[in-house]
């Protein structure tokens, strides 16, 4: 965002009005994935490592299995509709690109998946898909890392080794997403992982522990909202899937919000209104050229937007517009009564709904369910 448009925001925040913190935290609740989904990935994560790590042909080449993507990152939302939830885990081995073609790499994890997991998988570009009764897990094959970070990959899997340690999201957004600065830092410096590509016929660069540690930092820069924001906002796009373009989606998306999120932020309904603010107006004239921004990933010098085309980005965008007038116009709302409803028009019915005759600015949360709050627990 240029300087002219940081002082319009700082000069519109001065007077700021409601970010009805209670409300946006029983949304958040109701947004994330259910509690039988985390006990299914937990589940799943566990029976996998062991069957792995017990597999006479691949233990002896197997370093680590991490989890990574939205659920490592904390901004994962519940699918919708009954959807089935994906995540994402990384499967560290000793093989070298020098001697296993892509599709020689991959071939090594067929016979276990034949054993453990016939007619439940299926060979993707990039990675296995293996669907479970409520979730899929996406297996992403990775060559050596470097031998001086075989240990530090190491000590990933002894931190996700137990089910109460791997922690998928649920109510972590406000905790830090490393456990120490140390632990940060080590990850942060770790060159990127090569990760075969089927359809390319060749290896390439993945890094998503760099992708962790930069969130990990932005969140601290936004007084830990920003998971928060990106949680909305993709929940946004699914609620108006109908009128919005099948991309950017997913971590295009998560990308772009990143880069228009500003450091700084009160609450999660500031980052809301000024990151989709930011968004249009970073983006207004790629939009008008129906133009893809390009966008380097964290610690890969790969463009992730490079298969978005340039009408649904312009459609996006034009769509990104009308939400960013609607959430400015909820924000700066004078009361609960005539902010909750301009919310409930972007997030849907799992924004609660303010209480008829209730007091205009005191707020208690609602207790468990979605949609309305109940009127005598306002204060």
């Known amino acids: 965002m240029g300087a002219g448009n940081n002082r319009r925001?700082?000069?519109?925040?001065?007077?700021m009005t409601l970010p009805?913190?209670?409300?946006?935290?029983?949304?958040l609740h109701d947004i994330r994935p259910t509690p039988s989904q985390i006990k299914e990935m937990r589940e799943g994560h566990a029976r996998l490592r062991e069957r792995l790590q017990a597999d006479t042909a691949l233990a002896g080449g197997f370093v680590s299995m991490f989890l990574q993507g939205s659920y490592r990152r904390f901004t994962a939302v519940r699918p919708k509709d009954d959807s089935r939830a994906d995540v994402d885990l990384v499967v560290v081995t000793k093989m070298k690109e020098?001697?296993?073609s892509p599709a020689q790499a991959m071939s090594c994890f067929k016979p276990f998946l034949e054993r453990h997991y016939k007619g439940k998988y299926?060979?993707?570009?990039?990675s296995f898909?293996?669907?479970?009764?409520?979730?899929?897990?996406?297996?992403?094959?990775?060559a050596a890392p470097m031998e001086a970070e075989a240990g530090t990959y190491g000590e990933l899997l002894k931190a996700e080794a137990s089910l109460s340690s791997l922690r998928l999201d649920e109510d972590f957004s406000s905790e830090p997403l490393f456990k120490s600065d140390r632990q940060e830092e080590a990850l942060w410096k770790l060159h990127p992982l090569r990760i075969p590509d089927r359809d390319l016929g060749a290896w390439q660069d993945t890094h998503p522990l760099a992708?962790?540690?930069?969130?990990?930092?932005?969140?601290?820069?936004?007084?830990?909202?920003?998971?928060n924001v990106v949680k909305a906002l993709k929940w946004w796009r699914l609620v108006h899937l109908e009128s919005l373009p099948k991309r950017p989606k997913s971590y295009p998306l998560e990308h772009l919000l990143g880069d228009c999120c500003p450091d700084g932020i009160d609450s999660i309904a500031e980052g809301v209104v000024r990151t989709l603010e930011a968004f249009v107006d970073n983006y207004a004239l790629h939009a008008a050229a129906k133009i893809v921004p390009s966008a380097e990933d964290r610690g890969v010098k790969q463009d992730v937007m490079a298969r978005i085309d340039g009408n649904d980005f312009a459609a996006f965008h034009e769509q990104a517009k009308k939400a960013a007038k609607l959430a400015r116009k909820a924000f700066e709302s004078p009361d609960a009564q005539t902010a909750a409803p301009l919310w409930r028009e972007l997030f849907g019915g799992k924004f609660p709904s303010a209480p008829e005759g209730g007091s205009k600015k005191s707020f208690t949360p609602h207790e468990g369910g979605s949609g309305g709050v109940d009127s005598g627990r306002f204060a």
């Open 9 to 15: 925001a700082h000069r519109d925040f001065r007077t």
């Open 20 to 27: 009805l913190h209670r409300y946006f935290e029983d949304f």
């Open 98 to 100: 020098s001697e296993f």
């Open 122 to 126: 299926r060979q993707q570009g990039r």
């Open 129 to 142: 898909g293996i669907e479970m009764s409520r979730i899929d897990m996406d297996l992403v094959i990775t």
């Open 211 to 227: 992708q962790l540690s930069w969130t990990h930092r932005k969140n601290d820069r936004c007084g830990r909202h920003f998971v």
